[in-house]
């Protein structure tokens, strides 16, 4: 069983950066893909961001050239760098992952483990 317990969420204005992080309880981490998705309220779970085992990363076109992802396997924690925020980024943040990866690392029923998310709120 894998936990994963995110920090790093908060309110700030448009422009503004925030870095998230995601640690897992994880023997092995290097071996599970990860991600973060985000989910504003009435709107469906969007992938923001996905990185394979060997370090492989991904991005959903609205955070493309603002968000990075990185993944420090001897901390066992994930994480998510957001700079030019903008407010239609404003959501609840979740960092999941999967043992091994493939393909589809953007479809969140991939998924096993999950965080219980961090609320991420970005004024005007």
């Known amino acids: 069983q894998v936990q994963l317990v995110e920090s790093g969420g908060g309110s700030v204005q448009a422009g503004g950066s925030l870095r998230l992080s995601c640690v897992a309880s994880a023997y092995g981490a290097s071996r599970y893909s990860m991600a973060w998705f985000r989910q504003a309220p009435g709107t469906e779970r969007e992938g923001v961001a996905a990185?394979?085992?060997?370090?492989?990363?991904g991005y959903g076109n609205s955070v493309k050239g603002r968000f990075t992802i990185s993944k420090d396997n001897a901390k066992n924690t994930l994480y998510l760098q957001m700079n030019s925020l903008k407010p239609e980024d404003t959501a609840m943040y979740y960092c999941?992952?999967?043992?091994?990866?493939?393909?589809?690392?953007?479809?969140?029923?991939?998924?096993?483990?999950w965080g219980q998310g961090t609320q991420v709120t970005v004024s005007s």
């Open positions: 990185i394979d085992r060997d370090g492989h990363a």
């Open positions: 999941a992952a999967v043992r091994g990866g493939g393909s589809g690392l953007f479809e969140w029923r991939k998924y096993v483990y």
